[in-house]
C-alpha cells in the first residue's frame, strides 16, 4: 500500500460525493445524503470568497479511497481557533492499514502548525470499532455534553419567532 494524503481538489469531487453515500451506507441512513457535488464545490471551492469547508482525500496507489471533510471552529474558553471533523471515511477494503490514523494524524499537524488547540467530532454510540480506534489514539469522550440539532420545520420556526 502506498498511500497519500492531500488537499481535495475540484476534481476530487465526484469522489468526495460517492465516499459521503458510502459513509450514509455504514451509518445505516442510505437516503439520508441531500448534498450534490454543486453544494460541495459551494462549500470547498468557492468562486468567491474564503471555503467554509475543507477536505483531505486519501489516495491508494492513485485510486481515491479516503477522505476527511473539517471545517475551523472556535474556542472561547482558550481564544483559539480548532477543528471540527464532520466526516472520516475509509472504504471498508482499505481499512486496518492505517488510513484513518494517518488522516487523523495530518488534521492533528494542521492544529498544532496553526497553534490550534482542538481537534474535535462526534461518533455514533453504536459504532464500537470507530470508538475504541478513537480512544486507542487518546481521544477522550464529552459524556457530559449532549449534542444538539436544529433542522427542517423546528429551524424555520425557529428563524422567523
Known sequence: MSILIRDAAPADLPEILRLVHALAEYEREPDAVEATIDD????????????TTYALIVEDDGAVVGMAVWFVTFSTWTGRNGIWLEDLFVDPAN???????ALLTRLAQICVERGWTR????????????????????SISMDEWQTRRLQGDALRILATA
Do not use: H, M, S
Open 119 to 138: 481537534l474535535e467530532w462526534t461518533v455514533l454510540t453504536w459504532n464500537e470499532p470507530a470508538i475504541a480506534f478513537y480512544e486507542a489514539l487518546g
Open 40 to 51: 460541495f464545490a459551494r462549500a470547498l471551492f468557492p468562486q468567491d470568497g474564503t471555503p
Open 95 to 101: 481499512r486496518g492499514a492505517g488510513t484513518g490514523k
